[in-house]
């Protein structure tokens, strides 16, 4: 009976004691078997549940982790320049992913930094281009910003030489509109589109691009079609951040990237200084983030609300000049007939 009884009490002690969690399975474990097999968001989103995961993910030791999900990711940060300056950011790695995964928050009114203040005299471009998943052009590129040329010319950043082209995979390209059908399609749908700005001073990064495209024209005259990534920002105004890709080929051959470049425009679609962008550029990295739409018709909505504001800011310039010139034209007339009134005096 006491034997029995000894049993039952074990039994009861057993079935009594605490579940595990996951602070008792070791942090060599975690990263080795569970966390290394994660993307980037799903490992952000899990630091968040628990402090000990939080601990676990943002500590020195997990460097390796974040510095192989932003390999993934992106190629282009294999680059020499970039291994060895991504480290220097704040957290390394981990920071440079979470300031270059998500979108640049629209609706959060940039500050406008001076770009007379601490500066290294350039600005990185790592960008990546993918069709589907499989990257098909990586590049990283210096800028330097302190020649007149830069500071007093449009802002424009091109990536490829002048007869350089990128092959995309896609074949059966059509110059014609009315045999456009599967490989514009395939375009639209498949290229995606990652550009990185970079300022090697205060170590921050922003992903300008709106990943997938957002705008999609078909010139008829050349048959080359334009997409855009565009992203939005608000200064003074909101000004466009357009990464433009051009793609063309050779009837019924593959269709190749031609053109790749960062551009930036205000409300009236000029094109700003390379100073005035700058300062916007630096905005950007410094500003909020969001996370980024999750299919492509969202991205092409939120584009098509800011061409349609676009558009009513230029409806009312024109109201105004049209009033200032209405005045002018009073004023005008006033000061002719009060002059004829004093010379008949």
Wanted: a negative charge; aromatic letters at 8%; glycine letters at 8%.
């Amino acid at each position: 009976m006491d034997a029995l009884q000894s049993e039952d009490s074990s039994s009861s002690s057993n079935s009594s004691a605490s579940p595990a969690t996951i602070s008792t399975v070791h942090p060599d474990i975690l990263r080795s078997h569970i966390l290394n097999r994660l993307d980037g968001p799903t490992l952000a989103a899990l630091a968040s549940t628990s402090p000990d995961l939080r601990s676990l993910i943002s500590s020195s030791s997990s460097s390796d982790l974040w510095r192989n999900i932003c390999a993934a990711t992106w190629p282009s940060v294999a680059h020499p320049d970039l291994a060895s300056l991504i480290p220097k950011f704040k957290h390394g790695h981990r920071s440079f992913f979470s300031d270059s995964f998500p979108a640049v928050h629209h609706h959060h009114r940039l500050s406008t930094p001076n770009p007379d203040l601490e500066t290294a005299g350039r600005i990185i471009s790592a960008v990546d281009i993918y069709y589907g998943e499989t990257p098909i052009f990586s590049k990283v590129a210096e800028t330097d910003t302190t020649t007149e040329w830069f500071n007093t010319a449009p802002f424009r950043i091109e990536l490829l030489e002048a007869k350089e082209v990128v092959s995309t995979g896609i074949r059966d390209y059509s110059s014609g509109r009315g045999k456009d059908g599967a490989w514009l399609k395939r375009l639209e749908e498949e290229l995606r589109v990652s550009w990185i700005v970079i300022d090697p001073v205060t170590r921050r990064s922003a992903n300008v691009s709106s990943g997938v495209a957002v705008s999609v024209r078909h010139h008829w005259l050349t048959g080359e079609v334009q997409l855009k990534f565009s992203t939005v920002v608000e200064g003074a105004e909101e000004v466009e951040l357009g990464v433009v890709v051009t793609c063309g080929g050779e009837e019924g051959g593959e269709v190749h990237v031609r053109e790749i470049y960062l551009g930036m425009e205000d409300m009236e679609g000029r094109s700003l200084s390379g100073r005035g962008s700058l300062g916007i550029l630096r905005g950007a990295m410094e500003g909020e983030r969001r996370r980024r739409k999750g299919t492509r018709e969202e991205g092409k909505a939120e584009y098509e609300r800011f061409l349609e504001r676009k558009r009513e800011w230029k409806r009312r310039v024109e109201r105004r000049e049209k009033v200032l010139d209405t005045l002018c034209l009073v004023t005008g007339v006033a000061f002719f007939l009060t002059f004829f009134a004093f010379l008949l005096m």
